[in-house]
């Protein structure tokens, strides 16, 4: 079945510092794939999706790229700030298919 | 649009209790999902309804019920409570089949004593 592994947490990090999560996904055939943030008591939002490999999503400093070669979609910023504390899931699905399969989720704690 | 709203927020049950977590969304999306979320173990898919009066099981679908009599409200029913369903409820809805027009509520934490 599909799976999805992402670095266990929780990352704390100072501000301006570079994040990298990893996130690697066993499927077959080509799954889209996403990044999910959940701030502190609200739900979950999608950040950033790739449809295919090679594919690099973006959103709000945050990057992503699709490598099929090594199953892998690590989500990375710059520079982070305090209001990017939150919890950071990757997740992936097929071409209109309403499932989808998410990784364990990474709590990130970005101190001032 | 105040878009996925669910009660209560937060919800402590003796086990053997019942009890009915709410959801609702105002978009007149046609799809929509509960799931559960418990730490190391991400999201994972309870039941899901592609429209009023169609459900279907997910992942994980033992121990609870779902109905969809109307496009705004999918309400999940807990019959007998276990320890094992202490989790947080998140509540999604969609335009659509693709998985990333989800929508997701604030969440329900779920205690069972």
């Known amino acids: 079945g599909n799976s999805v592994t992402q670095m266990e947490g929780p990352v704390t990090l100072s501000e301006e510092a570079f994040l990298t999560i990893n996130c690697t996904y066993t499927?077959?055939?080509?799954?889209?794939l996403f990044w999910y943030v959940q701030y502190p008591g609200e739900g979950l939002q999608l950040l950033l999706k790739?449809?295919?490999?090679?594919d690099k999503g973006s959103n709000k400093g945050f990057e992503a790229t699709y490598r099929k070669e090594t199953t892998s979609f690590h989500l990375e910023k710059g520079s982070v700030q305090v209001s990017d504390s939150a919890v950071y899931f990757c997740?992936?699905?097929?071409?209109?298919?309403?499932?989808?399969?998410f990784g364990a989720g990474t709590t990130v704690t970005v101190r001032a | 649009n105040a878009g996925v709203t669910q009660t209560p927020k937060f919800q402590v049950l003796k086990t053997g209790q019942s009890m009915t977590l709410q959801c609702a969304q105002d978009?007149?999306?046609?799809?929509m999902s509960w799931y559960r979320q418990d730490p190391g173990m991400g999201l994972r898919l309870i039941h899901y309804?592609?429209?009023?009066?169609?459900?279907d099981q997910g992942e994980v679908p033992n121990g609870y019920n779902v109905s969809r009599s109307t496009t705004e409200d999918f309400p999940l029913r807990l019959l007998s409570a276990a320890p094992s369903q202490t989790s947080v409820y998140f509540c999604?809805?969609?335009?659509?089949?693709?998985?990333?027009?989800?929508?997701f509520g604030p969440g329900t934490r779920l205690t069972v004593t």
């Open positions: 499927a077959t055939g080509y799954p889209s």
């Open positions: 309804s592609v429209g009023a009066g169609i459900t």
């Open positions: 978009m007149n999306h046609e799809y």
């Open positions: 999604a809805s969609s335009p659509g089949l693709a998985a990333y027009e989800q929508y």
């Open positions: 790739a449809t295919k490999a090679d």
């Open positions: 997740a992936l699905a097929y071409f209109n298919d309403y499932k989808l399969s």
